[in-house]
């Protein structure tokens, strides 16, 4: 399961603060994801790079943020804007633009409450 | 967008019997259709994959299915067993790499 981490495993936040997840891999892929899960819906595709210093938004983008200023991290930031930012928040990667669509690997995720 | 529908949402299925999961797409250009599984408190893994050149994979009790010409793709997992219990999720992509999951389902084996 190495090669892909998340931090913090558990996060709470009050309404009105912005916080920042972390995610880092050494597995040189090129690509990497963000996802919130909910019950009953899935993964579904906040913010994704596919390659450094650049991103596109995903299905779900609207009160969050990211950078991607090195090739092994990709921090997503959940601001206050964010209605229901309560939610299973998951990172992955894949190989990238080379391998065309592939693997995708995930973290083992960071849970954030809002309180 | 692609949009992925997952039936059925909940399978409960004996120990040593079949468990089959349908899912369909509604984007054509879509060629990657992979299959995760995820243990409770675990993260989703990678069980198996098929592209849209090849119409059926396996791999040893697992299989999956590809009818292009409707839209639709199948996990099926023979034999099963309880360490099978779990919350598979199909996904679908073109080539941008934006994988669109389906609601997923709940597998329970009884023993």
């Known amino acids: 399961d190495g090669g892909i981490t998340q931090s913090p495993k558990y996060l709470f936040r009050k309404e009105g603060q912005n916080v920042t997840l972390s995610c880092e891999q050494n597995?040189?892929?090129?690509?990497m994801y963000w996802y919130r899960q909910d019950p009953g819906q899935g993964l579904r595709l906040i913010y994704y790079?596919?390659?450094?210093?650049?991103?596109q938004k995903g299905d779900i983008a609207e009160g969050y943020s990211v950078s991607r200023e090195k090739k092994e991290s990709f921090p997503l930031t959940v601001t206050s804007a964010q209605k229901n930012p309560t939610a299973f928040y998951l990172c992955?990667?894949?190989?990238?633009?080379?391998?065309?669509?592939?693997?995708?690997?995930f973290g083992p995720g960071t849970r954030l409450t809002v309180l | 967008g692609e949009n992925v529908e997952q039936h059925p949402s909940t399978l409960s299925v004996q120990e040593g019997d079949s468990a089959v999961i349908k899912c369909t797409y509604s984007?054509?250009?879509?060629?990657?259709f992979p299959w995760y599984k995820q243990e409770l408190g675990k993260r989703p893994q990678l069980i198996i994959d098929?592209?849209?050149?090849?119409g059926e994979k396996k791999d040893q009790r697992i299989a999956v299915t590809l009818n292009k010409t409707a839209k639709h793709f199948s996990l099926h997992i023979t034999e099963t067993q309880p360490e099978d219990s779990a919350v598979y999720f199909c996904?679908?992509?073109?080539?941008?790499?934006?994988?669109?999951f389906g609601a997923g389902t709940t597998v329970t084996v009884r023993a």
């Open positions: 992955a990667s894949s190989i990238g633009l080379a391998g065309g669509p592939g693997e995708q690997f």
């Open positions: 597995l040189n892929h090129d690509a």
């Open positions: 790079s596919q390659i450094v210093n650049d991103f």
């Open positions: 984007d054509s250009a879509s060629n990657y």
């Open positions: 098929i592209r849209s050149n090849v």
């Open positions: 996904a679908a992509t073109p080539n941008d790499y934006k994988l669109s």
